[in-house]
Structure formats: C-alpha cells, structure tokens
C-alpha cells in the first residue's frame, strides 16, 4: 500500500484523513503529546488493524480522542464531577481519564475492561479529523509495539511506511511523552501514567491521588494491574539502558570508568563536556525538563542501532514533567538505575 503523506495544513487533509477513517483504514495522527495511530474506535475491524500493524498485545487497551468534551457521554456513564473539572482544566490537553465504558464501545478498543479511556488532544487538524469523521478515534502512541513513541511523521514512516493509509505530518510533538492517565472508577483518583499534566496540576484540581505503583516499579507480566500496558517493557532501544544517578561530577567519574567500545551515553546538554570521548547525546537541558519530555523519544530511537551495545543514561530528578521523564526512562531501562554516589 501506498502511505499518503498529509501535511497538517494541507487545504483537504482533514476530510481525506476523516474519510480514511470512516472506511475502516489507519491514520497516523499529530497530537501535542506522541503521534498516535489511529482508527475509528468503535469498528471492531478496523481496531483489530491497529493491533496488527503494531504488533501490540491484545490485553493492551486503547485510548478514545474525542474532539469536544461534551462527546466523553456518548462513550462513557456515571462521569463524575471530577472529571469535569479536570476537562475544565486541562482538555484539550496531554490528559487522559478512565471512566465507566458505554456498551458502543467495543471490546478490543476496552481490551474487554468495563471502562474505557478519553482524551481530547490539543492539535487543531487532529480535532477537526475527529469531528468530521462522526466517531472517536482510537489512537496508541504510532510506534511499534515495546519501540520508542512516534514524535515526528518521519518516525511514523520509519515503522509503518507502506503498511499505514496515511500520516498526518503536523510537525515534531510539543509535549513529546504520552498523555497522563487518571482512573476515576474508583473511590479515589489513581494516576496510572505520569505525563504533561503533571501530579501537582492534578492534585490542584482533585485535592486527592493516589499513584499507581506501575508508575514507580516494574511490574510483572503476569500481574493483574490497573495500567494494562505498564507492565511491558516499553520505549526501549535494542540495547540494555542503564540509568546513572547521582551529582554530575560523580555520574561522570563512573560512566567514565566503565564505558567500552560500543557503548553510548544519553546525557543533559549541561554534561556534553563531560563526555567527549564517550559518544555522548543530549536529549534536552536538564535546566529546562520541557526540553528533555520533548527531546526523549526522537534520542531513544536514535540510539536503536544494533552496533550499540549499552547506553549510560542521566535522568532528572523532581517533579513537574521531570516526573514524566523518569517513568519513561526508568521504564526503558527496565529498572536497571546505578546510583553513583553509592559506586564510587
Ligand atoms: P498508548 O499506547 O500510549 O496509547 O497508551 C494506552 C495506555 O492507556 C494503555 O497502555 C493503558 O495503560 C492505558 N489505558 C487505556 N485504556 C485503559 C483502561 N480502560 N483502563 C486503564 N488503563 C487504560
Ligand atoms: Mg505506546
């Protein structure tokens, strides 16, 4: 199949990619946070296409994009308050909500759970696809299944070239880290995934959280948990992924102590100096977490290359969007986190 490539301004991008939808097809969509790969989310066959070309597992659910707030009651029931106000405060924006799942939504977009998850992402050509195709779209971060998330069309084209009807080209991610995902089935709010609404805005708005432990550990494969999803190695490059912690001048000395030939180092653009003769890459400012969400994703899939063998990796501390960066990073290193100040 021949791939169209759809710039987000293009004068009939939305209609050809809304009519794609309409007629079961795939759409690899902008949004402010990863591209997603999108489907209509009420049509069984073409949800099944997204899990394909993914290769993702079965059991992972998928997130619904609305175009307007008032759309989350056509798909969802018993909405509390609560999420109102976090759709008051946040949407359109880079937060996703779990709620009770109407009977319209299918089981493989639900990944047969009773709720479901909406999103109303903040890209103006990706609304306006939503609204002209009449139906959510589901859409999973456009990567391939355990790969580093989609923040540039060019990255959509790297895994899905010839396989996908079209990518909707709007540029690289703002955010560039998935959305944040909150669970309010339960009696308490629960952060499933840390991303660009941070646990400090939620908290503002809800008064009460409660974090998931997907978020902060590694979760077994086998284990029933409210993340499905989480508990994959996830945004991983080919090679193992180690973090160093520590104060720069310490992560330095050991990073510097033990790096081979073949290895890399995925660094703050501060520390560059500190690494000259260790093939070193800056995602981002370690001054400035904006710069290091919107940086990750494009640096891990650089760092897909199978002549490396292991990269060293700094990871902010902190909250805000720095929370967001660990889990992604803590993630695609399964864990693995030296602490430097320990080791030397
Ligand atoms: P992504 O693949 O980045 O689009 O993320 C989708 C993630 O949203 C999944 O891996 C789950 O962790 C989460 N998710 C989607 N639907 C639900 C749901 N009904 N309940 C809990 N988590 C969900
Ligand atoms: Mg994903």
Redesign the pocket.
Known sequence: MNTLLLPAHGQNTAEVAAQIIRNGGLVAIPTET?Y?LGADGLNPEAVAKIFIAKG?PQD????LHVADPSQIEQLCHHIPDSAYALAKAFWPGPL?M?LP?RACVPACT??G?P???VRCPDNAVTRQIIALAGVPIA???ANLSGKP?TTTAEHVLHDHDGKIDAVVDGGPCRVGV??T?V?LTEERPRL??PGGITPEQLLAVLGDLVIDKAVTAQIDKDAVV?????KYRHYAPECQVIIVSGSREQAAKYIRSHFAPGDRVLCFAEELALYTDCAPLAYGLEADASTLSAGLFAALRQLDDPSISRVFARCPVGGGIAYAVQNRLKKAAAFQIVDAEAEV
């Open positions: 990863v997603g993702r992972n659910p998928l997130i996703t779990v799942a639900t990944a759970l709720t479901v998850a859409a999973p971060s998330s998935e959305s995902i669970d499933l995934r409210k993340a499905p999803g989480m």
